[in-house]
């Protein structure tokens, strides 16, 4: 699969990337702020053509920006070069737990989107991850979408419970929106 699916139950947290060596081996491409995740013993879900389905690591390498692991029952890289671009999910209960003042950044999708004065701005649909800071995707009651900046100077309240986001919106920012 070469599109990320997340759902309620399943989180993506890597994606395998090119093979490695002559041994089965794989690079994976996480995404997760824990890489240490992808140790030997961990099970992973892809999503295959038959559904969802269970990997276990045999093996697991820290690398800069990447992990090479081994796949339990798959020795060549011709095996292995199967899984490329696949998604490696968890289960969501198996997420790490982060200190209260930290979030998920999925956890902001549905997040309503207001002012100190609770001027409603719209929802928030997505997340663009950015260089410089990432971007709440908002969507309009209009159907408007607006990219908000995810800086502290702009964003006063967070809480993903209530689902909603307290802004400071610099001056402009939703004076109109971006075409889709």
């Known amino acids: 699969m070469s599109?990320?699916?997340?759902?309620?139950?399943?989180?993506?947290?890597g994606r395998?990337?090119?093979t490695r060596g002559v041994s089965g081996e794989i690079y994976i491409n996480p995404l997760t702020d824990f890489p240490d995740r992808f140790q030997k013993g961990k099970s992973f879900w892809i999503e295959s053509e038959d559904g969802w389905k269970k990997i276990k690591l045999t093996s697991g390498k820290l690398f800069p920006n990447r992990v090479a692991v081994k796949l339990e029952g798959i020795n060549t890289?011709?095996?292995?070069?199967?899984?490329?671009?696949?998604?490696?999910?968890?289960?969501k209960e198996e997420l790490q737990k982060?200190?209260?003042?930290?979030?998920?950044?999925?956890?902001?999708?549905?997040?309503r989107v207001v002012d100190e004065e609770e001027?409603?701005?719209?929802?928030?649909v997505d997340i663009e991850k950015n260089p410089a800071n990432d971007l709440l995707v908002i969507e309009a009651k209009d159907?408007?979408?607006?990219?908000?900046p995810m800086v502290r100077e702009f964003i006063k309240e967070i809480d993903t419970d209530g689902k909603k986001i307290v802004v400071d919106p610099p001056e402009g920012i939703f004076d109109s929106s971006?075409?889709?």
Do not use: H
Not at 3 to 11: A, D, L, M, W
């Open 143 to 148: 159907g408007g979408r607006y990219l908000f």
């Open 3 to 13: 599109e990320i699916k997340e759902t309620p139950e399943y989180i993506a947290v």
């Open 119 to 124: 001027n409603d701005y719209g929802r928030v």
């Open 16 to 18: 395998f990337g090119k």
């Open 98 to 111: 982060l200190p209260e003042d930290k979030f998920y950044l999925f956890d902001l999708v549905d997040c």
């Open 77 to 91: 890289p011709e095996e292995v070069r199967e899984f490329t671009n696949f998604f490696l999910y968890i289960k």
């Open 178 to 180: 971006d075409e889709t």
